[in-house]
């Protein structure tokens, strides 16, 4: 008997779910917690007029002859809608799973706390240069299963992986997975951040000893982490030789093998600027290499790349004043590295939804870097609170993000940065960090 799926979600992965199971002739079902759905809309999207739709809430009976649900990211393991799935002893993935499943090529799969954008496009453009039949897939915006019947033998998927993804991966097994860094972030939806790092750690527990994991010497979790995996640790480091792996020192990246060091580049051939930025590199690098990408290829590559809209993106100058959007800044880890890429006295933009962090390290990071602090959102006023707290008192709030980009305006002096950097998500005042990112450029533009 065919399996009947339930698709969690009428969002862009849950609509290119349907798509993949319609082209593979599987039946679903979609829920969604809006009963105000445009339910022929979505049909149009999909491609079929005559979906089956559970809207709101569901009863022990509609979940009769379900075998599969695949969830949106968005969607927690703690909502009603998924306890009531588990309930019934549902398998439930993520469609990063259910693509998986489908696709002909070899994956690299890249996930971390911050930097997991700019390393996903990176490794991918390296990739594409190399092999032609290369996809970028996952939390990068592009569904996984919207492209995965593309792929095909002797192909490379590269997928920029969640920790929302991976709570529902039991399948995936990359050729080289990546884990960039970890530091506090979801705990709202995770709830400790040992619960975060299991999650994130989980990337590699179906690799073996002929895959890879790339995984950055500098965090201690990560380097305890290397000592206990079956595939092959792949380290890089910012901060120190390694006798075997990927390290910047003295303005250069190398690779290392038993101690024999070769040069890759020197970092001021890059278009990216900034430490984090290096680490990137490093770790693209480190995967392309594991795949069989040239040395001379991952040089030229990393060398065109140009920075990833909304991560310390420049957008103009004016009156002498430097704007970036850093809008992906989405916690304080983030938007630590994009204060400290600023070359000057710098004038933050900070505050949005509250995912229950704390600020203590972003906000000691202002004295003798931050001019001024420009705060909007649902967290301003903890954020206030912490500033007190550590003794920074040059802050004011703004009722928009119109109003922070015109008070920045004024209060920045020639020779210094305007940063939006939020340290938070965007939820309650955006639709997500882009529609954020492309208001602020807007508003920047309209000074």
């Not at 920029?160 to 529902?168: D, G, P, V």
């Not at 506090?184 to 690799?207: F, W």
Request: with cysteine.
């Amino acid at each position: 008997m065919m399996e009947t799926y339930l698709i969690v979600g009428a969002g862009r992965s849950g609509i290119d779910s349907a798509k993949l199971l319609l082209a593979l002739g599987k039946p679903f079902v979609i829920f969604d917690g809006n009963t105000a759905l445009d339910t022929a809309a979505v049909c149009e999207r999909i491609g079929k007029t005559d979906v089956r739709f559970l809207l709101g809430t569901v009863s022990d009976g509609d979940l009769d002859g379900i075998n599969v649900c695949v969830t949106s990211p968005g969607v927690p393991l703690f909502s009603d809608i998924l306890q009531a799935v588990a309930a019934k002893s549902i398998p439930i993935w993520s469609e990063i799973e259910l693509a998986y499943r489908y696709d002909k090529g070899t994956m690299v799969a890249i996930t971390g706390t911050n930097g997991k954008t700019t390393t996903t496009a990176l490794t991918y453009q390296i990739i594409k240069a190399w092999n032609a039949q290369t996809l970028l897939v996952g939390n990068i915006e592009i569904p996984y299963t919207g492209l995965v019947l593309e792929s095909v033998p002797g192909g490379m998927t590269v997928a920029e992986i969640s920790s929302f993804q991976l709570e529902t991966m039991q399948t995936v097994k990359p050729k080289v997975s990546a884990i960039l860094n970890i530091t506090p972030d979801h705990l709202d939806r995770h709830g400790s951040m040992d619960g975060y790092i299991a999650v994130k750690e989980s990337i590699t527990k179906n690799q073996d000893a002929s895959d890879f994991c790339v995984l950055n010497y500098e965090d201690a979790v990560l380097r305890d982490f290397g000592k206990t995996l079956r595939c092959k640790a792949v380290f890089f480091s910012s901060e120190r030789v390694l006798e075997n792996g990927w390290y910047y020192k003295d303005g250069a990246i190398r690779y290392a093998e038993n101690g024999n060091e070769t040069l890759l580049l020197h970092t001021n051939e890059l278009n990216i600027v900034g430490k984090h930025n290096f680490e990137n590199v490093m770790a693209a690098a480190a995967m392309a290499f594991a795949v069989g990408v040239p040395f001379d290829v991952i040089a030229a590559e990393a060398k065109a790349f140009v920075a990833v809209e909304h991560r310390i993106e420049f957008v103009r100058e004016k009156d002498g004043v430097k704007y970036f959007n850093d809008s992906k800044g989405t916690n304080t880890d983030a938007a630590i590295k994009a204060i400290d890429a600023m070359p000057a006295t710098t004038v933050l933009i900070g505050g949005g939804y509250d995912k229950h962090a704390d600020f203590t390290d972003w906000v000691q990071r202002f004295p003798g870097k931050v001019r001024r602090l420009i705060l909007i959102g649902q967290t301003r006023e903890q954020i206030a609170a912490t500033c007190d707290k550590v003794g920074f008192a040059d802050y004011v709030f703004a009722e928009s993000l119109e109003e922070a980009v015109q008070l920045a305006h004024a209060a920045a002096q020639s020779g210094d940065c305007v940063l939006l950097s939020p340290a938070c998500a965007s939820w309650g005042m955006f639709k997500n960090y882009q529609q954020r990112g492309t208001m602020f450029k807007d508003f920047v533009n309209a000074l």
